[in-house]
């Protein structure tokens, strides 16, 4: 027995199929005779021989054991995992598209060429941007993409090698950068969270190719002073490049184009509802200002009269970012996601998202401290640094709240907060989904304060035990059992109160 019932080859009887196909009416080719000798298996693979529906619940199980958006809340800070309708499922799986092939000519695929170019033209219009490409697979490979473009921005004048990057960045900012060939000057936010005018200045040198900026930043907060910034960096040549994971607080209420960002990637996987995670298609255009419009990726979809066409070259490109023209896919539900809110409705989940962000935080601020506290926009930032002096950590907690029955928000991540927790609960939750989660955090720390051994042993409703991730880290073979009646566990909804003192 594993974790969560019999593997699927425990399952297995010999002989017994989940298919059953009619005779062969053509001559059998013998296997020697169709692969090389050197590439046939001596001893056939051990494959389970199980049912159809052995097999169909074996996996279904194995999912529930899961959390996802579909089946809890899903509060992972600068990740904006809300709810994707299915309609656009739907479409994105509607023949006409998911049945193109990429090597089909323009002749015969005008709809999705079409579709490309609305995309284009609608991201710009959310964005204030003048031209976009749809290529990048996500959104840390739009900022590659988009140092591309600073750096042969750049070299067309004189060739500069510094990125500044604030010190609240994601992770992949400065990855990116450094990939790219730059070197990464950190800057340093100021006791109010956001960036600090006056050490901007001072690390502001000729060599600053440009400055990687988030916002709204990874704390929820919109730097105010964007304007001045981006002047500031332009009196210097720079460019303002901006991490536009966080768009899902700006749609139709502002634009990176009118605050003078030059460039930027959007993450639809994230804004614009594609289901993401465990490392499923996402896509992270780069949209520029008309100044940088020659550098963008080729192929690039363009409109002569009523026809739509694919143009392979451009002098300055930076070159192709990904096979064929990215993930259509995701670009489909993107498309459908825009044209079925419209420009109402996607203002419209931005405030939502901005008022349930703002409803939550001031629910938890009584028993958390906010350290950068504002209003938030569409996500804040929690410390539990005061847990520690009873032995709970931000990890325990978020391991508890499994527990509960709530996915955990993202922990100790901006760098800049100890003990993060940072939380983003989107626009589609309820009202009674946040105050449930609040009842749970705030139980969460009263337990750490009474109970805490309760926290530091969490979780204990589910599938797996609680796994140890430091000790995972030094012994790659430690394996973990299932929990002590974790066959009823499968069964019960997480979040049985049960077990709660
Ligand atoms: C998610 C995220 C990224 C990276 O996007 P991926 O699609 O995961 O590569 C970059 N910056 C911020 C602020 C993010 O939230």
């Given at each position: ?13 010999p ?47 194995l ?11 899903y ?8 709810y994707?309708?299915?309609?656009n ?14 090597l ?20 710009c ?27 042969a ?21 400065p990855?990116?950068?450094a990939l ?10 100021g006791?109010?969270?956001?960036i ?34 981006a ?10 490049y901006?991490?536009?994971a ?15 960002v ?17 490392g ?11 100044a940088?419009?020659?550098?963008l ?13 694919w143009?392979?070259r451009?002098?300055?490109?930076v070159?192709?970012v990904?096979g ?47 350290p ?11 410390t ?9 950590s ?42 449930e ?19 530091r ?22 394996r ?18 049960s077990?709660?003192p």
């Amino acid at each position: 027995m594993s974790m969560s019932g019999p593997l699927i080859f425990e399952r297995s009887v010999p002989g017994r199929r989940g298919y059953v196909l009619p005779p062969g009416d053509v001559p059998a080719v013998p296997a020697a005779d169709a692969l090389p000798e050197d590439q046939l298996r001596a001893i056939p693979p051990r494959l389970p021989e199980v049912a159809e529906f052995d097999a169909v619940r074996h996996y279904t199980r194995l999912s529930q054991a899961n959390f996802s958006v579909d089946t809890h809340f899903y509060p992972l800070g600068s990740c904006t995992m809300k709810y994707n309708p299915k309609l656009n499922e739907r479409i994105a799986a509607l023949p006409g598209f998911a049945w193109l092939h990429p090597l089909q000519p323009a002749s015969q695929v005008q709809g999705i060429l079409q579709l490309l170019h609305e995309l284009e033209q609608l991201l710009c219009a959310v964005t204030g941007m003048a031209a976009f490409t749809l290529q990048p697979a996500a959104g840390a490979q739009g900022e590659l993409t988009g140092l591309k473009i600073i750096a042969a921005y750049h070299r067309r004048r004189r060739a500069r090698s510094t990125i500044l990057i604030p010190d609240s960045a994601h992770g992949t900012n400065p990855a990116s950068a450094a990939l790219s060939g730059f070197t990464v000057v950190q800057v340093k936010s100021g006791p109010d969270g956001l960036i600090d005018l006056q050490e901007l200045r001072r690390k502001l040198t000729k060599d600053v190719a440009a400055l990687m900026l988030t916002n709204p930043n990874t704390l929820g907060l919109f730097e105010r002073e964007i304007k001045t910034i981006a002047a500031l960096l332009h009196e210097q040549g720079a460019l303002v490049y901006m991490d536009g994971a966080n768009m899902n607080a700006l749609l139709g209420i502002s634009r990176p184009g009118d605050m003078g960002v030059d460039l930027l990637q959007l993450n639809l996987h994230k804004t614009f509802s594609t289901p993401h995670g465990g490392g499923g298609p996402g896509a992270g255009p780069v949209g520029v200002t008309k100044a940088l419009e020659e550098f963008l990726p080729v192929p690039r979809v363009r409109k002569t009269g009523a026809r739509f066409r694919w143009e392979t070259r451009g002098r300055a490109t930076v070159g192709r970012v990904h096979g064929f023209y990215g993930n259509v896919g995701v670009l489909v539900r993107a498309y459908a996601y825009i044209r079925t809110l419209g420009r109402e409705g996607l203002a419209r989940a931005s405030r939502t998202a901005i008022i349930n962000a703002n409803y939550l935080k001031a629910k938890l601020q009584e028993a958390f401290p906010v350290p950068f506290d504002d209003h938030c926009m569409h996500e804040f930032v929690v410390t539990l640094k005061p847990l520690l002096a009873h032995g709970v950590s931000a990890g325990d907690v978020a391991k508890r709240l499994l527990d509960y029955g709530h996915y955990a928000p993202t922990v100790y991540f901006p760098l800049i907060v100890e003990e993060a927790l940072m939380i983003e609960p989107t626009e589609t939750e309820s009202r009674e989904t946040l105050d449930e989660f609040a009842k749970a955090l705030v139980a969460i720390a009263h337990e750490a304060q009474h109970n805490p051994e309760l926290v530091r042993r969490a979780p204990q409703r589910m599938v797996v035990d609680r796994v140890d991730e430091v000790k995972a880290a030094r012994e790659p073979n430690l394996r973990y059992h299932a929990s002590p009646g974790t066959a009823s566990a499968l069964h019960a909804s997480p979040g049985d109160r049960s077990i709660f003192p």
